[in-house]
């Protein structure tokens, strides 16, 4: 089984940072595609941003320029970092990775989110 942790949220004051992590534990062979969705309450679910085992990156329109996505994958580990963060980012961000098992097949996970305020 494959769990996915998140940590790094908190409440910060706009024009502030923060930086989220996402490490994923368990057996399997190897981690694809990373992504941060974020979660506002009253609004769905949006991608933030994405990365590829081999480090090509997609962002949101709205965190493009502030926000960076990279991953250590000796650490199986994913982060985000946000600068200049606004009231506007406030939600509950959640890792989400494809992950190849011991059977070569493709299986999402989820974590199950940090919290991330931005005070204005």
């Known amino acids: 089984q494959v769990q996915l942790v998140e940590s790094g949220g908190g409440l910060v004051q706009a024009g502030g940072s923060l930086r989220l992590s996402c490490a994923a534990s368990g057996i399997f062979l190897s981690i694809n595609d990373m992504v941060w969705f974020r979660q506002a309450p009253g609004k769905q679910r949006e991608l933030v941003a994405g990365i590829t085992s081999r480090g090509s990156t997609n962002y949101a329109y709205s965190v493009k320029d502030r926000f960076t996505i990279s991953r250590d994958n000796a650490k199986n580990t994913m982060y985000l970092q946000m600068n200049g963060l606004k009231p506007e980012d406030t939600a509950v961000y959640y890792c989400?990775?494809?992950?190849?098992?011991?059977?070569?097949?493709?299986?999402?996970?989820w974590g199950r989110g940090t919290q991330v305020t931005v005070s204005s």
């Open positions: 989400n990775a494809d992950v190849r098992d011991l059977h070569n097949w493709s299986q999402s996970y």
